[in-house]
């Protein structure tokens, strides 16, 4: 079993920055992915972001160019720095750690995130 801990969610105006952070509470893929899915009232969750233990990532066409996924093996941590958000940023912010040989989707969830951009 493994659990996902979000942090760094909050209410930030349209243009600002914020920083999520999920730490794994144990790391039971050698070779895995973890990344950042969002979910807005009335719509589907949907990938933001993810990225393999050997650094390749992925990026919604939505959130390229502001959007930064990182990670750190030694700690299990996957972040996602946020930057130039719009209100359609909104969402719960979920973490997912899953095998590379998962279909994205599958795996371990965190808790979710709350990220609010007013206009």
């Known amino acids: 079993q493994v659990q996902l801990v979000e942090s760094g969610g909050g209410l930030v105006q349209a243009g600002g920055s914020l920083r999520l952070s999920c730490v794994a509470s144990r790391n039971i893929f050698s070779i895995n992915v973890m990344g950042w899915y969002r979910q807005a009232p009335g719509n589907e969750r949907e990938l933001v972001a993810d990225?393999?233990?050997?650094?390749?990532?992925t990026y919604a066409g939505s959130v390229k160019g502001r959007f930064t996924i990182s990670r750190d093996n030694a700690k299990n941590t996957v972040y996602l720095q946020m930057n130039s958000l719009k209100p359609e940023d909104t969402a719960v912010y979920y973490c997912?750690?899953?095998?590379?040989?998962?279909?994205?989707?599958?795996?371990?969830w965190g808790q979710g995130t709350q990220v609010t951009v007013s206009s």
């Open positions: 990225i393999t233990s050997g650094g390749g990532s």
């Open positions: 997912n750690l899953r095998r590379v040989s998962d279909l994205p989707g599958r795996g371990y």
